[in-house]
């Protein structure tokens, strides 16, 4: 499956965006879904997931309350909205895709087979 994430851009602290996340295949609505981010400097942390009939989803605790994750399995893609940005949330946004992922390894990148290439995303103060 191939992914193509977009959506990223310069906002203002407190502002919104929502990530897209389009995947080709028909497979796509058999993969748990996920985001991932990277900041300068920083390792890539687990944002959200989502599995694949959007029955149960899985945060951060740093995004708790303020993103949310869903799928359109319709259409083929995941979204990310995130509320109350703030310049913390500074970072290349990645989506991936995983098969039989577990739920103790939901958060580790290893979980998942394939990745968008970023969007990233810029909060200033």
């Known amino acids: 499956v191939q992914l193509q994430a977009s959506g990223g851009g310069l906002v203002q602290a407190e502002n919104s965006l929502r990530l897209s996340c389009a995947a080709s295949?028909?497979?796509?609505?058999?993969?748990?879904m996920g985001w991932f981010r990277q900041a300068p400097g920083k390792e890539r942390e687990f944002v959200a997931a989502i599995r694949r009939t959007s029955d149960s989803t899985y945060y951060a605790d740093f995004v708790k309350g303020r993103f949310t994750i869903s799928r359109d399995n319709a259409k083929n893609t995941v979204y990310l909205r995130m509320n109350s940005l703030k310049p913390e949330d500074t970072a290349v946004y990645y989506c991936a895709a995983g098969s039989g992922v577990i739920l103790s390894s939901l958060r580790e990148s290893t979980s998942y087979y394939y990745w968008g290439q970023g969007t990233e995303v810029t909060v200033s103060s």
């Open positions: 295949g028909r497979a796509f609505r058999s993969y748990t």
